[in-house]
């Protein structure tokens, strides 16, 4: 999120199956699932590029508060759209300023709860449901800009995240803390919570630290939620993924992790355990097999129940598994389900392999070509008994696979790819295969791969672009993309002058001194400045239970613009010259007089204010 420790996404149920053998040694973690890691993003980054390739993304609602707008909240919004999971998620700024030091504090409203417009229970949990409203019109009309089918029902299936920071407005901040003012910060929190649930969304969690938590809440009240979390602070995804095992400062589960990841906020999704696990075992072991099916995040204890690999492998309901008796050579398999108190959910695979030699790592590696004459490397392979010998069935004479399983070249090697494989065997019979590639002076691409810019910064647009696995300076060979897009001999992108608005795309090689080599791939997004509206000054002045017609003068509300104010009131705009706003403007009876604030807002996100009258 913009404020907390850097700034504010999505539940995705994923992690990792730790397989504990009896000997204690954990074996090899799974890869991460493709959606397990993503970015969120909001106003901060209107002017900055979108975050490369995310697995989910987030977007933010708000432009840092309550009663607000991110400006380019469709633009973003057509960004997490185009992620691995292609269901983003949005988060919504929290408040509880308190009727002094808010404009928006509601007055005379009788739901959900009856609020007078005292610093009161009833009003700040109104406060928080009201804020809730127009977070989730924001989402609406971004859904609706970007083309969705169905916007209302797009934003209410999106999962929802509450940014609870000290550096908004809170009465515990502004009045100093007390049972009083955290109990009313507390219920401005439930009450968004209970607004999103009115409407539908049938994910909401939030977002914070415990020691924020702590310092705006009291958690005096037994009927809060115990809603999920999602903890920001983190270094590394390493670092992200041990965090899901923290205790949660609301009670519910731990489900997403914010750490720092190519200079944006990067998340990892937590969840209970789903990747499957494959080990193996001789045959003369396989009557003595047992292993423990670990679960992490989860809320008490674990409830496995398996649906497949009985009778050979028995999984028990804590997650033991074991083998009835001695197993013939062969593949066999247990899945499941597992669940938790808190109804979280995952399935469970474990594949045993009975008499077959398992490889593990390495199975690729890569080497410079002035390194490939000293490359060697050594074969493993789990569930064996006694000594393995490889006997190596092709890649000679380029890679030589030694009958302990040492791998080395016959010399140096040209810049390509190279595969090494064979058999294994044990004394006891158990068998399998490897398998082995070696990557010989490939040059690796880093970030940046694409950049966004402006139509009216085009013409000074550079960027520089970067390679990994080189030794020495790198040359580039553009061999697409010219005229538009000019990519030096360094790597150093730029344009010919002025784009229009459009996708250019630059390609070429890589080269270094001692001959390894690699591709390059560049794309450049040109788009147009957004409309910026400005509200300069309003005639007339609205009344409580009357209808009137309001003109207010500016420039640029070109592009739908709808008008949002305080509750109990409702503004049209019933004509538009992109200089002036003919909106007509009603407000419910017995609602308060006083000066108030219209914010006007375009189908491109940007908006303004501009306070009025109510007398």
Not at 515 to 522: E, I, L, M, P, R
């Amino acid at each position: 999120m913009h404020s907390l420790l850097t700034k504010s996404s999505f539940v995705v149920v994923m992690a990792a199956v730790v397989l504990l053998a009896t000997t204690g040694t954990a074996l090899a973690s799974a890869p991460l699932a493709p959606t397990a890691t993503g970015f969120d993003i909001s106003f901060p980054q209107c002017t900055e590029p979108m975050p490369p390739s995310p697995g989910f993304g987030v977007v933010g609602v708000n432009a840092g508060t309550t009663f607000s707008v991110n400006p380019c909240l469709a633009r973003e919004l057509v960004w997490a759209e185009g992620a691995a999971n292609g269901t983003p998620a949005f988060y919504a700024n929290t408040e509880n300023p308190g009727p002094a030091n808010a404009s928006n504090w509601p007055t005379n409203q009788q739901t959900p709860r009856e609020c007078s417009g005292a610093n009161s229970v009833a009003c700040s949990y109104d406060y928080g449901w009201n804020a809730a409203r127009l977070a989730f019109a924001n989402a609406v009309n971004a859904e609706r800009v970007d083309g969705a089918s169905s916007p209302t029902a797009s934003a209410i299936a999106a999962p929802w995240w509450l940014d609870v920071e000290t550096g908004n407005k809170w009465e515990t901040l502004e009045y100093g803390r007390s049972s009083a003012t955290g109990t009313y910060d507390e219920s401005s929190i439930e009450g968004m919570i209970a607004s999103f649930e009115n409407i539908g969304i049938a994910s909401v969690g939030v977002y914070s630290t415990s020691q924020q938590w702590k310092v705006i809440t009291v958690r005096t009240e037994s009927t809060f939620p115990t809603v999920p979390v999602w903890i920001p602070g983190f270094g590394s995804l390493a670092t992200a993924e041990v965090g899901c095992g923290l205790v949660s400062f609301t009670g519910g589960r731990v489900a997403l992790i914010q750490y720092g990841s190519l200079g944006y906020d990067g998340d990892y999704a937590c969840g209970l355990l789903n990747i499957p696990i494959t080990t193996s075992v001789s045959v003369a072991g396989s009557a003595t097999f047992t292993s423990q099916i670990v679960s992490t995040n989860n809320d008490g204890a674990v409830v496995y129940a398996q649906t497949s690999g009985s009778p050979s492998l028995l999984v028990s309901g804590s997650g033991l598994v074991t083998t009835s008796g001695t197993l013939a050579p062969g593949t066999y398999v247990a899945t499941g389900t597992s669940s938790d108190l808190n109804d979280d959910t995952g399935t469970f695979a474990l594949t045993l392999e009975v008499g077959k030699l398992i490889q593990s790592v390495p199975t690729t590696a890569s080497v410079k070509a002035s390194g490939s004459p000293g490359y060697h490397d050594q074969l493993n392979v789990t569930g064996s008994n006694g000594a393995v010998t490889y006997v190596q069935t092709s890649g000679t004479p380029s890679l030589i696979v030694s009958a302990s399983g040492l791998v080395s070249t016959s010399g140096a090697l040209a810049v390509g790819s190279y595969v090494a494989k064979g058999t294994t065997s044990d004394p006891v019979g158990d068998k399998g295969i490897f398998t082995l590639t070696v990557k010989v002076g490939a040059l690796v691409q880093r970030d940046p791969l694409t950049a966004t810019v402006l139509t009216t910064n085009s013409t000074s647009f550079t960027n520089q672009l970067a390679v990994g696995a080189n030794l020495g300076a790198v040359t580039y060979v553009q061999t697409s993309g010219t005229p538009v897009l000019i990519v030096s001999a360094s790597g150093l992108v730029t344009t010919s002058g002025a784009l229009a608005k459009g996708t250019y795309r630059a390609a070429g090689t890589v080269s270094d001194a001692t001959g390894d080599s690699g591709t390059f791939t560049f794309t450049l997004s040109v788009q147009t400045p957004l409309i910026v509206p400005t509200a300069t000054s309003i005639i007339g002045h609205a009344a409580a239970g009357r209808t009137r017609t309001l003109i207010i003068y500016g420039t640029g509300f070109y592009g739908d613009p709808r008008l949002t104010s305080h509750s109990g009131t409702t503004a049209v705009v019933t004509r538009d010259t992109g200089q002036a706003l003919v909106v007509r403007v009603a407000v419910r009876s017995r609602s308060r007089n006083g000066v108030f604030t219209f914010t006007i807002v375009l189908a491109d996100g940007e908006s303004c204010q501009i306070r009025y009258n109510q007398r």
